[in-house]
């Protein structure tokens, strides 16, 4: 393969990722203000970093395995969270992973427990 053939090739590689990006953002717009079923595995790291996991955001999966980011009022217990699958409604969808909040009524039964 020649240089203009390497060339073309990686223009059509950067046009096919472009495409991918542009379906994957979509697909997480269009789930916004719709529920998903998140199992709960751990701290999240902070919005856009890849600094320090942070106790008033936890993170889980959606059927789909897509990334749920999950607000957490401050000084909640998250550790019952954990392993636990969740009915969540969707707030916002960053390019890779969704945002969601911890539904009041739980909030409020968790903050009990302790």
């Known amino acids: 393969m020649g240089a203009e053939d390497a060339h073309r090739l990686a223009r059509l590689d950067e046009q096919g990722l472009v495409v991918l990006e542009a379906a994957q953002r979509a697909h997480l717009a269009g789930l916004v203000g719709g ?3 998140v199992l709960v595995e751990g701290l999240s790291k902070p919005a856009g ?3 320090p996991k942070v106790a008033s955001r936890v993170m889980g999966r959606y059927e789909r395995n897509e990334i749920v980011h999950v607000e957490v009022p401050d000084g ?3 550790a019952p969270l954990l ?4 009915d969540l409604r969707v707030t916002a969808a960053n390019a890779h992973s969704l945002v969601s909040e911890l539904p009041a009524p739980l909030a ?3 903050g009990k427990a302790q």
């Open 35 to 37: 529920r998903v079923r």
């Open 108 to 110: 409020r039964t968790l």
């Open 76 to 78: 909640l217990d998250i």
């Open 49 to 51: 970093t890849a600094g």
């Open 83 to 86: 392993g636990r699958f969740l």
